[in-house]
């Protein structure tokens, strides 16, 4: 009995040795005694929320910097992440989502999913997308699209975020 304990005992640790050396750092960062890196200077300020770009619940997409925010109705960053942006950028400005699709063939051909549209320009349809393979390819720049893609999760955080009305804060 002693030596099926043991080995018990055993197996517990080692299991619990491999969580704590395969957990991220996230963990870690808020755990008494353990140190948690400083983002830098730089980084914290491309990751903050662009200057004039409205209050309250909506969305936020920084052509320059190529990112988009979810913003809750504090005003608070609920998410940020990079994207891949369409050849045809939106006029910087606010819009509303208009429409949202669960997954269509995209304006490059490219099978998507969490179409979130909110505008038009230049007679091409504007909106955020993943997709399906969760490619994020440069865009042919001889062609006209306007899928400003994302990785799937993003995607799928958006899709929920940004419903039929919700607006969408386009800032340089």
Known sequence: MA???AAALGVVAFLAYQANANA???LAR???GVASPEPSKAKEKK??????SGTGLRVVYALKAQRVWLVGE???VLRTYRVTPSTVDPPVGTYAVTSRSRQITGSDGV??????IFTESEGTVIGFSAAVDGSRPEPDPDSKTGGVRSSR???KALWRFATVGVEVAVVK
């Open 74 to 76: 504090d005003n608070s």
């Open 153 to 155: 999760a993003d995607g």
């Open 30 to 32: 808020n755990r008494p």
């Open 3 to 5: 030596g099926l304990t």
């Open 47 to 52: 990751l903050e929320l662009p200057a004039r």
């Open 24 to 26: 991220p750092d996230s």
């Open 111 to 116: 099978p998507v999913e969490h179409v979130v």
